[in-house]
């Protein structure tokens, strides 16, 4: 069982997973468009706010 994070952390984890998200859904919504340029920029920046989300787990 994993200790109880602080809340301040627990809220970043929480941010940083919905951000990843949404760059993941617009990365997705721009590759049906057939902007693969604005795909790669988007997943780029989707998976950097998840590998965040990993760090502040402590899961890198």
């Known amino acids: 069982m994993r200790p ?3 809340k301040e952390i627990s809220e970043k984890i929480a941010d940083a997973d ?7 859904a617009k ?3 721009a590759e049906e ?3 693969n340029r604005r795909a790669e920029e988007c ?6 706010w ?6 502040l787990r402590g899961e890198c």
Not at 43 to 48: A, F
Not at 50 to 55: A, E, G, Y
């Open 4 to 6: 109880t994070l602080p």
């Open 18 to 24: 919905l951000r990843g998200n949404q760059w993941l």
């Open 27 to 29: 990365a997705r919504a």
């Open 33 to 35: 468009r057939g902007d």
């Open 43 to 48: 997943c780029r920046k989707g998976n950097y």
């Open 50 to 55: 998840l590998s965040r989300s990993n760090k």
